[in-house]
């Protein structure tokens, strides 16, 4: 079967930084994508790896190794405004987006 | 800014009952996505339009929903009969093409049956 795995909820306190970690197993893989949903809200768009390494976005950040089917997005310099869900979605065979359940990121000020 | 439009944004309905869902990709979008998120987990491919074409629809509850895309531009999701574990987020996405790596979002419909 395809699965992604991700942590459910990650606190962090304003100002700091935190990793979002996804393990993923699927058939096809053309990159792995990262989406943010605050509540009663829409998904939208961060940030989208295809290669091995780190790409960097202001301040975020989001990092991929094929190799060991695992990606994490890495936030920076925290603000209220970050806390949200965070989704990780491959993109596999048939271009479908195959979703992980999603972390909640809980920030104390 | 361009933008997905979905209609309805709330919808009450009882069981049994018919419900239609509406969705305006962005533009020039040919990859048109359909997509049911329970409160707490990721969204759920219900079916996924290239065009007018049907090139995914492997989870579709093809006995009740019903999806399509005449004119390979906006497009209409149904649930006929709903039941109540229909009750759920209805999401809508689009993007350029199918390789494109950002899909785009509509607000969604959130469908409450009863």
């Known amino acids: 079967g395809q699965s992604l795995e991700q942590p459910s909820e990650v606190t962090a306190v304003e100002g700091a930084i935190v990793q979002i970690n996804c393990t993923y197993q699927t058939s096809g893989f053309y990159g792995l994508s990262w989406y943010q949903q605050h509540d009663g809200g829409a998904p939208t768009f961060l940030s989208y790896?295809?290669l091995d390494g780190l790409e960097e976005t202001g301040r975020f950040s989001s990092f991929l190794s094929r190799s060991d089917s695992y990606g994490y997005l890495l936030l920076q310099e925290l603000q209220m405004k970050d806390s949200a869900s965070y989704f990780c979605?491959?993109?596999?065979?048939?271009?479908?987006?195959?979703w992980g359940a999603g972390t909640k990121l809980i920030i104390k000020p | 800014e361009a933008e997905v439009a979905q209609s309805p944004r709330y919808k009450i309905t009882e069981k049994s009952q018919a419900v239609a869902f509406w969705c305006d990709p962005i533009s020039g979008h040919a990859t048109l996505y359909w997509y049911r998120q329970i409160l707490g987990q990721g969204p759920e491919l219900l079916v996924q339009?290239?065009?007018?074409?049907?090139?995914?629809d492997s989870q579709l509850p093809k006995d009740r929903f019903s999806a399509e895309r005449l004119k390979g531009v906006d497009s209409t999701l149904k649930i006929q009969p709903a039941e109540l574990g229909d009750s759920a987020m209805y999401l809508c996405?689009?993007?350029?093409?199918?390789?494109?790596?950002?899909?785009?979002f509509g607000q969604g419909t959130r469908l409450t049956v009863v």
């Open positions: 996405a689009s993007s350029r093409g199918q390789g494109n790596t950002e899909a785009f």
């Open positions: 790896n295809a």
């Open positions: 339009f290239q065009d007018e074409s049907v090139v995914d």
């Open positions: 979605a491959v993109r596999g065979s048939n271009y479908q987006l195959i």
